[in-house]
């Protein structure tokens, strides 16, 4: 069974403050990774994707892989009251897509 | 260029009646996927589509959802008869080339089975 895990949260974090969203997976052969946000009622937008180990930044945010490790992070930095959404995890392996259960996130002002 | 489409965006029935729901992906977009999302979950996928053929359908519950892509662009997804526990939001998204690529998500038709 192919698990992709999340901590539910909620996470909360003041407005200026980083935040740190974890991932874990079981496929060891999974080989592409995203971070989508959902607000709520919303559907899923993609915030970042990565491919290979080590760290990708894209502004505010910096996705870090390890695969070894089987893991996958999001930081995201300065966070502001509109990244409160909820953040999915998602983990390709062999054109097989599964979604983590996705972090609560709330940035409070 | 539009986004991916959703018909209805709201649906109530009753159990045990039928629902189709739409999905007319990016133009262009080879790959279209059918997703579950209940509430306070991920989505789980139902089904992929490349063009119109199947790429994995392993969990869909064919014995009461079903989906087609006849032309290789738009899909509908049907249940029949629903059940009370398929309350959710069923999530349409297309990309150009599989998994492995960034999926674009349609608004969504939320499902209420009463």
């Known amino acids: 069974q192919k698990e992709v895990e999340q901590n539910s949260g909620p996470l909360s974090v003041p407005e200026g403050a980083i935040a740190s969203l974890n991932c874990t997976y079981s496929?060891?052969?999974?080989?592409?990774f995203f971070w989508y946000r959902q607000y709520s009622g919303k559907s899923p937008e993609l915030i970042m994707s990565?491919?290979?180990?080590g760290d990708k930044e894209d502004g505010r945010f910096t996705a870090q892989l390890n695969k070894a490790s089987q893991y996958v992070s999001l930081l995201i930095r300065d966070s502001q009251p509109s990244d409160s959404a909820t953040y999915l995890c998602?983990?390709?392996?062999?054109?097989?897509?599964?979604f983590g259960a996705g972090t609560r996130l709330t940035v409070k002002p | 260029e539009a986004g991916v489409a959703q018909s209805p965006r709201y649906k109530i029935i009753e159990k045990r009646q039928s629902v189709a729901f739409w999905c007319n992906p990016i133009?262009?977009?080879?790959?279209l996927y059918w997703y579950q999302q209940i509430l306070g979950q991920g989505p789980k996928l139902l089904i992929q589509?490349?063009?119109?053929?199947?790429?994995?359908d392993s969990q869909l519950p064919k014995d009461r959802f079903s989906a087609e892509r006849l032309k290789g662009v738009d899909s509908t997804l049907k249940i029949q008869p629903a059940k009370l526990e398929d309350s959710a939001v069923y999530l349409c998204?297309?990309?150009?080339?599989?998994?492995?690529?960034?999926?674009?998500f349609g608004p969504g038709t939320r499902l209420t089975v009463l």
């Open positions: 998602a983990v390709n392996a062999d054109n097989d897509m599964r």
């Open positions: 496929d060891r052969v999974s080989q592409s």
């Open positions: 990565i491919y290979s180990n």
């Open positions: 133009s262009g977009h080879a790959t």
């Open positions: 589509f490349q063009n119109n053929g199947v790429v994995d």
């Open positions: 998204a297309s990309n150009w080339a599989g998994a492995a690529d960034t999926q674009y």
